[in-house]
């Protein structure tokens, strides 16, 4: 391999990606502006869900319980109404995704330290947020549960240790304050490095067949693998550039913690790199057009990426058959790893095996890609 030719034909690249706006905004806007959606509207938390209150009795009791609802952050009470029918209507209007009802004898039941029970409907047409509703619910209740025993077994002269002869003490390791944030922008820059890696990759060679440019590159005296290599090396940098600013914009404007090594973290985007532009590659080669080059490449490098690699969808809960094909998709071992390193704070030699699925699979693509263009019309 001749250097030099090499690296006229990476400073030919770069100079088109310059000129070209369209890949000027690939490279420098595209990742930014999606990793703040992403950042900002890929949430899974709920807060201040709308709170609809229908309180039989009125009590001071069932008014305590319902401050319980007001103080947390989780919970908004936005109306009490006076009949069963509002709560229902203003579930089907969408005005609230929580219903309380409190029925009537709710004091006196407490008061005998019988069981009671208070009616809680939840609007299920997104299961998440539904789940999360039910979930800081039942929190709620609970927490107001154990004082009201608490107090009962004061009143009759009973020890307080009876209340509770056995707890859990919970201790979060990794995403101690349960954000989702946290879980979903390392899972993020992966996509965008998807995303930029395919789209860019993916116009090169499609672009010289487009412009009339094929001959002129076919006639020099460059082999193919110089003109692979060449063409690649520019959007690796672009693409390390890219992740660096990602990782800032995650920790520095997300707050998402970052423990692991920033070597760990550039190898194996380096490693991911090199499939996603080398993927992209023989996309261009096999199409002719750039408009089809790019659409052949979103649909190979996005869509599995964004379904099968956890990082929107827990592997571990998929159905077996799905569970297996996510071992021969590449970006899951970038996303394992991306986390990892965000959050567990895990070195290189934490992630051999991530690494290793990564190397092998950029040794297949680079064997693949090199053959997959000829100097010949």
């Not at 800081?136 to 608490?150: I, M």
């Not at 499609?206 to 412009?211: F, H, I, K, L, S």
């Not at 970038?334 to 290189?348: E, N, S």
Request: aromatic letters at 10%; charged letters at 15%; one cysteine or more.
């Amino acid at each position: 391999m001749n250097w030099r030719r090499t690296a006229a034909i990476g400073r030919k690249e770069f100079i088109q990606v310059r000129r070209d706006s369209r890949s000027l905004l690939i490279a420098v806007l595209l990742p930014l502006i999606q990793i703040l959606m992403l950042g900002y509207g890929a949430r899974l938390d709920a807060d201040h869900i709308p709170v609809y209150v229908f309180d039989q009795e009125g009590s001071q009791d069932s008014q305590a319980l319902l401050k319980r609802f007001q103080a947390s952050r989780y919970f908004d009470v936005i109306q009490v109404v006076d009949n069963y029918p509002a709560i229902t209507r203003a579930i089907d209007a969408d005005r609230c995704k929580l219903g309380l009802v409190i029925p009537w004898d709710f004091s006196e039941r407490l008061n005998d330290a019988h069981r009671t029970a208070v009616q809680a409907l939840i609007d299920g047409t997104d299961d998440n947020s539904a789940q999360l509703a039910e979930g800081y619910a039942q929190a709620v209740v609970e927490g107001y549960s154990n004082d009201v025993q608490l107090k009962w077994f004061a009143i009759h002269g009973m020890s307080q240790q009876a209340v509770a002869p056995l707890a859990v003490d919970y201790r979060t390791w990794f995403n101690e304050e349960l954000e989702s944030k946290n879980f979903i922008i390392p899972g993020a820059i992966a996509l965008v490095m998807a995303l930029m890696g395919a789209l860019l990759s993916s116009l090169t060679i499609a672009r010289e067949w487009e412009r009339g440019t094929m001959e002129q590159l076919i006639a020099t005296p460059a082999t193919a693998m110089e003109i692979m290599t060449g063409k690649l090396v520019p959007y690796l940098v672009i693409g390390l550039f890219d992740a660096a600013l990602c990782t800032v914009f995650a920790v520095g404007w997300f707050n998402t913690p970052f423990r692991g090594s920033v070597t760990a973290l550039f190898v194996t985007t380096v490693m991911f790199l090199i499939v996603i532009l080398g993927i992209g590659y023989m996309i261009s080669v096999a199409t002719k057009s750039q408009l089809g080059a790019s659409q052949y490449a979103l649909l190979v490098t996005l869509l599995p990426t964004s379904l099968l690699s956890g990082f929107a969808f827990p592997i571990d809960q998929m159905p077996g058959p799905i569970r297996a094909i996510t071992y021969v998709v590449y970006s899951r071992y970038y996303v394992t790893a991306l986390k990892a390193i965000f959050l567990a704070g895990a070195g290189t030699r934490d992630l051999i095996p991530e690494i290793s699925a990564m190397a092998v699979y950029a040794v297949v693509i680079g064997f693949f890609a090199t053959r997959a263009f000829r100097k010949s019309l």
